[in-house]
């Protein structure tokens, strides 16, 4: 019975992990693509210029625009150093968890497939 327990547990901890990281994708990808950010989005916006800015370096990809730059470049210029810094900083390890966690070559084709935009 215990193993039964455990096998659904470990099964759905593996399931709410991959709608996790899903959502995350999802909604770092709508964020990324709005080039105007709205009033109090700025958050997510340096959020996710972080998340795909560690994930260009890491993967070794070149390219990186669609908009993104010039909206993390407006929204800094209206948020604190230290806010930015913090969103900059949880955007990345954002992207280390989740590269810790599928593997760097699955990670890599994730943005490239997820963010075609963009990177």
């Known amino acids: 019975m215990n193993i039964c327990k455990n096998y659904l547990a470990s099964k759905s901890f593996v399931f ?5 990281v899903l959502t995350v994708f999802v909604g770092l990808e709508v964020q990324a693509q709005n080039k105007t950010p709205e009033e109090g989005s700025c958050e997510e916006t340096i959020e996710t210029h972080g998340f795909l800015s560690r994930g260009q370096f890491q993967c070794g990809f070149r390219s990186y625009g669609g908009g993104m730059l010039e909206s993390a470049r407006t929204c800094s ?4 150093k230290d806010d930015v810094d913090h969103w900059l900083e949880s955007g990345m390890k954002l992207y280390d968890f989740n590269e810790g966690k599928r593997g760097h ?3 890599c084709a994730s943005l490239l497939a997820d963010f075609p935009k963009i990177l």
């Open 16 to 20: 709410i992990f991959t709608v996790s």
């Open 77 to 80: 210029s209206h948020m604190q």
């Open 105 to 107: 070559a699955a990670m």
